[in-house]
């Protein structure tokens, strides 16, 4: 429970700090301390799906900005590889042309296009965004019974769109906050739904994980 507590503690302040980029990869790079062994323990996903997301996000974003420069700013989310497309697109053109490119990625598994057809957000726009997502965030760290790091939460103007790896009585609690949370007007679910079953032999393999002692192999 101490554990579990000063991991959603540690997870806040990284969330308030607004350097979610550079917070990634100071988890993934302490990966042999307490902190790296919390977030991926407390993530559904297996650290091997972990590094695939983190890639089909980092080579769709290149590509696409390379690709379409000014005419459209595109946000890439990838989780379970399942990628979500949020942002403007000058055209339906580029918005078709962006879902294509990733559709053709080896390692997605499906594609949500919400795109919307217009001009790019102002950075005035885009930081009420991360504002929204903050808020979402923190209360769903702090909701019991609710695997907060196993979901990804997108804002984009009063639209959120939320991922992850939960059973349906979680599933509804997430939508519940994210749709009482105000300035947001609708809520988009793209979950993949686990049995009660499933979701306790994931925590058995997590607590197993975190037994394990964070030193190099001896040869």
């Known amino acids: ?3 579990q507590t000063i991991g959603k503690y540690f997870a806040l302040v ?3 700090s607004q350097i979610s980029a550079c917070a990634v990869v100071a988890v ?3 990966s042999t301390g307490v902190v790296g062994g919390i977030a991926i323990m407390a993530d559904r996903r297996p650290p091997a799906v972990q590094a695939i ?3 089909i996000e980092l080579e769709a974003s290149n590509a696409l900005a390379k690709r379409f420069g000014d005419d459209a700013h595109i946000n890439v989310t990838s989780f379970n590889q399942k990628v979500l497309l949020t942002g403007e697109a000058k055209d339906l053109d580029i918005k078709s042309q962006a879902e294509a490119y ?3 990625m080896k390692n997605a598994r499906s594609v949500f296009n919400e795109l919307v057809i217009g001009p790019n957000s102002t950075y005035t726009a885009r930081a009420n965004d991360s504002y929204l ?4 965030k923190t209360q769903m760290i702090f909701t019991d019974k609710l695997p907060s790091n196993s979901m990804a939460i997108v804002a984009e103007g009063t639209s959120v769109y939320l ?3 939960l059973t349906q009585n979680e599933a509804d609690i997430a939508k519940k906050i994210a749709s009482n949370t105000n300035g947001v007007k609708d809520v988009f679910a793209y979950f993949d739904i686990i049995s009660e079953a499933e979701k306790a032999r994931l925590e058995k393999q997590g607590k197993a994980d975190e037994s394990q002692p ?3 192999p001896k040869y």
Request: hydrophobic content about 50%; overall charge positive; proline content about 4%.
């Open 133 to 136: 997502e903050s808020k979402i």
């Open 163 to 165: 991922m992850g790896i």
């Open 53 to 55: 997301d983190k890639g």
């Open 14 to 16: 990284l969330m308030l």
């Open 1 to 3: 429970m101490r554990i």
């Open 214 to 216: 964070n030193l190099p």
């Open 28 to 30: 993934g790079a302490a």
């Open 102 to 104: 990733v559709k053709a």
